[in-house]
Nanobody, 120 residues
Framework: QVQLVESGGGLVQPVGSLRLSCAAS????????MGWYRQAPGKEREVVAA???????NYADSVKGRFTISRDNAKNMVYLQMNNLKPEDTAVYYC??????????????WGQGTQVTVSS
């Protein structure tokens, strides 16, 4: 009924940039918080950034000053602009959203993930 699809991942050299996009589709009333998570080999999934419908954002300390999360409520999309990428940023990045099917019921959804590899 509801799907999140990420795009924009790929291979990039250190200090390069990538812009990830996530589109929500299906039938729903509204989208509350949205965020980006990542998971590197051998590590647990961690939150990278999150944003409220009003645009208030929070970031992991490791990406502050380099990544910017944004959203377009009219298009049901969330973005992650990643600048000055480091090898440590290599991971599968997942889109996450808290979606209301109706006003009083919500569920957390995940995208399929997109690979980001930062390497020379």
């Amino acid at each position: 009924q509801v799907q999140l699809v990420e795009s924009g991942g790929g291979l990039v050299q250190p200090v390069g940039s990538l812009r990830l996009s996530c589109a929500a589709s299906g039938t729903f009333f509204s989208i509350n918080a949205m965020g980006w998570y990542r998971q590197a080999p051998g590590k647990e999934r961690e939150v990278v950034a999150a944003i409220t419908p009003g645009g208030s954002a929070n970031y992991a300390d490791s990406v502050k000053g380099r990544f910017t999360i944004s959203r377009d409520n009219a298009k049901n999309m969330v973005y992650l602009q990643m600048n000055n990428l480091k090898p440590e940023d290599t991971a599968v990045y997942y889109c996450n959203a808290d979606i209301h099917s109706v006003a009083l019921f919500s569920r957390n959804y995940w995208g399929q993930g997109t690979q980001v590899t930062v390497s020379s």
